[in-house]
């Protein structure tokens, strides 16, 4: 019996079909949905809202959401869809068109990814896509230690990986235990990876 390939999907595509409900991601052409637990959710919520209260603090002209789609691609030239866990984009961006819909195609200020059990999406094809796209600042949140020794040394430790875009690549600083997570975007951001990480388990209401 001879099968017929499954069509990859555009990115155009993808925004057309995207079912109702739930989060999902353009990955090779294929719509696959975005599951999350509830201390992920937890620690993606918190950093949105410790983002935002910088914006409004310091009347910074940026936007914090968790539902942003933004298109990249692949080193093949292959688009994505990717929606990271939490985004940040300048106010003048995400007003130039208020009537479109959550997708953007230009760079981001700041992606946030909290890794889960495919962590090596984050810590290799996103990094690749983001750096790619030319996001200015990407975050990895490993707040479970997940990821393998080669990123998180030995003992693995809970981390904040916060990533710059330089002349078009990607320097890394990374933060651990109370260390102060530091960002170029909100430079006076009073927050710890041991915040983070106790988010996870705690969200007020």
Known sequence: MVQTPVKKLTFEEFLEQYP?????????????PVEATRA?????RFLMLAFNDEIRRL???????????????????????RNPDVSVVSAS???SNVLAYG???????????????????????KLDEYQRLGIIEYWIVDYLAIASRAYLGNPKLPT????????GHYQVQKFTGNDHI???????????????IAASQIQKL
């Open 20 to 32: 109702d409900g739930g989060i999902y991601e353009l990955i090779d052409g294929v719509i696959i």
């Open 40 to 44: 992920h959710k937890n620690v993606a």
């Open 59 to 81: 009347g910074l002209e940026y936007i914090a959401d968790k539902d942003i789609i933004i298109r990249t691609f692949t080193d093949a030239g292959q688009e994505q869809g």
């Open 93 to 95: 961006q995400w007003n």
């Open 103 to 125: 997708a953007l195609i230009e760079p981001i200020q700041l992606a946030v990814e909290v890794t889960s059990t495919n962590w090596d999406d984050d810590y290799v094809d």
């Open 160 to 167: 904040v990986f916060v990533y710059q875009l330089v002349e």
């Open 182 to 196: 530091l960002s170029t975007t909100f430079p006076e951001l009073a927050l710890t990876v041991k915040q983070v």
